[in-house]
């Protein structure tokens, strides 16, 4: 409820903004529609995945490049997506309905990826996964960041987000009540017992 998926959706323009207004590359996108927003290389990853359950893995990918400066690149892209998820290959032919969550979550970064995005918001990767599958998820968001794709995360684990920001903001209500570099945030009381779950009168 603090506004996290409502903030990247407003971002992504599938939410209309009621107030403010929305930059991107020094240019103004309050009211550009969510079709724009992707020809400007913007692509999402939703909470929950939102795959289309009863396509293949690979057509499921493939939705990602509909646009034409993405479908021009798109066997050069998928062999990209292949080569961060291996396990997608084998299951190409796969329904995707029939994964498991982690494999699921692979499909949709994957499926963004096919938009050759210079923007990807991500929200809540990590909801629902086991622990070593989070990890091979963050792994690959941050090599994704390392090709030098801005990444804007949405992530409820606090330290684990912490721990692969450049930027971070905390949000409440929301509000965004605090930001900062990650090591400035840690160190904020409030932060450590609310987010990081350390008690300050026993650290």
């Not at 509909?66 to 291996?86: Q, S």
């Not at 329904?95 to 938009?115: D, E």
């Not at 622990?131 to 941050?142: A, G, L, N, T, Y």
């Amino acid at each position: 409820g603090a506004g996290k998926t409502t903030l990247v959706n407003a971002i992504a323009r599938l939410l209309p903004i009621r107030g403010g207004s929305l930059w991107l590359e020094a240019t103004e996108v309050t009211h550009t529609i969510a079709r724009d927003m992707c020809e400007r290389g913007v692509a999402i990853i939703p909470e929950g995945r939102k795959l289309f359950s009863g396509m293949s893995v690979e057509e499921n990918l493939e939705m990602g490049c509909y646009r034409a400066g993405a479908r021009r690149f798109r066997a050069e892209t998928l062999d990209r997506v292949y080569g961060l998820f291996p396990m997608l290959r084998e299951r190409r032919k796969q329904a995707a309905g029939t994964l498991s969550g982690g494999q699921q979550q692979m499909v949709a970064i994957g499926r963004a990826l096919m938009a050759r995005p210079r923007l990807l918001l991500i929200d809540e990767p990590s909801l629902g996964l086991s622990p070593k599958i989070v990890e091979e998820v963050f792994d690959v968001i941050r090599a994704i960041h390392a090709e030098g794709v801005s990444v804007l995360l949405i992530e409820q684990n606090a330290a684990r987000a912490l721990a692969l920001a450049e930027r971070a903001y905390v949000m409440e209500g929301g509000r965004i009540v605090s930001e900062g570099k990650p090591a400035e945030l840690r160190s904020q009381p409030h932060i450590r017992e609310a987010y990081l779950g350390l008690d300050e009168g026993r650290s």
